[in-house]
Nanobody, 120 residues
Framework: QVQLEESGGGLVQPGGSLRLSCAASPIIAEIWDGRWYRQGPGKQRELVASITRGGSTNYVDSVKGRFTISRDDAKRTMYLQMDSLKPEDTAVYYC??????????????WGQGTQVTVSS
């Protein structure tokens, strides 16, 4: 079973930056497609950014130009760099990855969530 461990959330002022990390374990697992979701207060979960094994990325319109998704395959880790943060970015952020586990079977796993709060 592949597990995802998230980190990097916190409290920042508007205009600030945070970098979220999502590490897959065991390290032998391979990440194919990675995604970051978020769920704000009283809102449904939405897809924020995605990245393929080839490095192709997509973003929801509201974060384009401010957020950057990336991956480090050697570390089996995905990142979400968040710049120019706005109060409306406040949410619990979840990572999701699909790939090949240590048995060679496909997996679909989720991180535990990390809180991002943007406030003055």
């Amino acid at each position: 079973q592949v597990q995802l461990e998230e980190s990097g959330g916190g409290l920042v002022q508007p205009g600030g930056s945070l970098r979220l990390s999502c590490a897959a374990s065991p390290i032998i697992a391979e990440i194919w497609d990675g995604r970051w979701y978020r769920q704000g207060p009283g809102k449904q979960r939405e897809l924020v950014a995605s990245i393929t094994r080839g490095g192709s990325t997509n973003y929801v319109d509201s974060v384009k130009g401010r957020f950057t998704i990336s991956r480090d395959d050697a570390k089996r880790t995905m990142y979400l760099q968040m710049d120019s943060l706005k109060p409306e970015d406040t949410a619990v952020y979840y990572c999701n990855a699909v790939g090949s586990d240590y048995l060679g079977d496909q997996y679909d796993s989720w991180g535990q969530g990390t809180q991002v709060t943007v406030s003055s």
